[in-house]
C-alpha cells in the first residue's frame, strides 16, 4: 500500500489488523516509503504505534478543519451541505447560496396548508404521489417521512439551523448522532422564507394536537 494510514487510522484498530496480517505470513511494504513493516521486534511494534497516531490525530484534524469551515458558511447564510427541496443552489462569487425554486414553493406552502386542515402525512404524500407532481426524488413517489422532514423544516419559516447532527467515528464506523442544540448554528434569514408565521403555526398547533392525543411513550404506553 501507499503509507499506514491507507489501511487504518484508528492506532489500536491498524496494529491489532497489522499484526494478523503478518502472522499469517503475509509481507507489507509501503511503496511511498520504500520499505516493509515488519513487527518482529518491540522497537518495530513502537515505530508502527507511533505512526499510526500520527495517522489518527491527522484524520481528527481534518475532520476538524472541514466542519469549522462547513460552520463558517453556516453562520455566514450560505449553503453548507446539499440541495434542499424547495431551493436552486446558486454560485456567487467563491460560495453557495440558495434561491426559492418558485414551483417547488408552491408545493411546500400546500403540504402546510393541508396538515393544518388535518391531514396526515400519509394522506398528503398519497395525495401528491396521485396527482404526478414531482417529488424531491425524480421518478419515485411521495414518502410520508419527506413530507414529515419539510413541515418541521425551519429552513421553510426563513431560519438556517446548522449543526444538529454530526458524524462521529465510534467501534471502528461512521455513526451520526445528535448534537445539543447549545450548540446549534442558527441564521435568521428571511429572504428564503416560503411558509409564513401564520401557516407555520397553524400546522404545528395542528401536530401538538394530535400529538397529545395519540402520544406513544418509549415503554409502549399510551
Known amino acids: 500500500m501507499s503509507e499506514e ?19 499469517a505470513g503475509v509481507r507489507v511494504f509501503y511503496y511511498l516509503e520504500d520499505r516493509e513493516r515488519t513487527l518482529g521486534s518491540s522497537m518495530d511494534k513502537v515505530m508502527m504505534h507511533l505512526s499510526s497516531f500520527a495517522a489518527e490525530m491527522e484524520r481528527e484534524k481534518a475532520v476538524q478543519r472541514t466542519r469549522d469551515a462547513m460552520r463558517r458558511k453556516a453562520e455566514r447564510g450560505h449553503v453548507a451541505g446539499g440541495r434542499v427541496y424547495g431551493y436552486d443552489n446558486q454560485r456567487v462569487g467563491d460560495h453557495i447560496e440558495r ?3 418558485p414551483a417547488q414553493a408552491d408545493v411546500i406552502q400546500r403540504i402546510f396548508r393541508e396538515i393544518a386542515a388535518g391531514r396526515g402525512f400519509t394522506r398528503v ?23 414529515r422532514e419539510m413541515v418541521f423544516r425551519e429552513l421553510y419559516r426563513g431560519r438556517q ?62
Open 125 to 147: 404524500a398519497k395525495g401528491l404521489t396521485a396527482e404526478g407532481v414531482p417529488s424531491p426524488h425524480p421518478g419515485r413517489g411521495w414518502a410520508a417521512t419527506a413530507v
Open 161 to 222: 439551523v446548522y449543526g444538529k447532527a454530526r458524524w462521529e467515528r465510534r467501534g471502528g464506523t461512521k455513526r451520526k448522532i445528535q448534537v445539543p442544540e447549545a450548540e446549534w448554528s442558527i441564521v435568521e434569514t428571511p429572504a428564503l422564507q416560503i411558509v409564513d408565521a401564520t401557516l407555520w403555526q397553524a400546522a404545528h398547533r395542528r401536530l401538538d394536537r394530535t400529538r397529545a392525543i395519540y402520544l406513544h411513550r418509549t415503554n409502549g404506553k399510551l
Open 99 to 101: 434561491g426559492i425554486h
Open 5 to 23: 494510514s491507507r489501511l487504518g487510522r484508528e492506532s489500536i484498530e491498524t496494529g491489532w489488523t497489522l499484526k494478523k496480517i503478518t502472522d
